[in-house]
């Protein structure tokens, strides 16, 4: 008799069938919902990151802005010192002028005091 025969049982016949081997192309409800939400919050990350993208570069803009106006204040408050340094030197000169006609005219004065 042969060892192969058609009647012969094969030893994954007392098997519970899970699967189908072949792929459904019908999901069932429940994973075709859990997708769905897989999608819409792979959605709202891509929507998350674009915002924060848009957000960073509005912030790098701003800082930009901010630093470009700052050394132009730096720029006008180191004219500003020069300014005020050299009006210094000249109120400090115009000071020493006027307190040496004053001494002056106040010897001036004492030298006709005692000549007459």
Do not use: G
Not at 13 to 23: A, E, I, T
Not at 68 to 82: A, D, F, H, V
């Amino acid at each position: 008799m042969c060892s192969f025969s058609s009647e012969q049982s094969s030893p994954y016949d007392d098997l519970p069938l899970v699967h189908p081997p072949w792929p459904s192309k019908r999901q069932p409800q429940h994973l075709r919902f859990s997708l769905h939400k897989r999608r819409r919050a792979q959605l709202q990350e891509a929507r998350r990151r674009k915002r924060m993208i848009i957000l960073k570069t509005e912030i790098k803009m701003r800082n930009l802005k901010l630093y470009m106006e700052n050394q132009s204040i730096i720029e006008e408050n180191e004219k500003l010192r020069k300014q005020a340094v050299l009006l210094h030197k000249e109120n400090e000169a115009l000071l020493f002028q006027l307190q040496k006609k004053l001494s002056e005219q106040n010897n001036s004065k004492t030298n006709q005091i005692a000549v007459s």
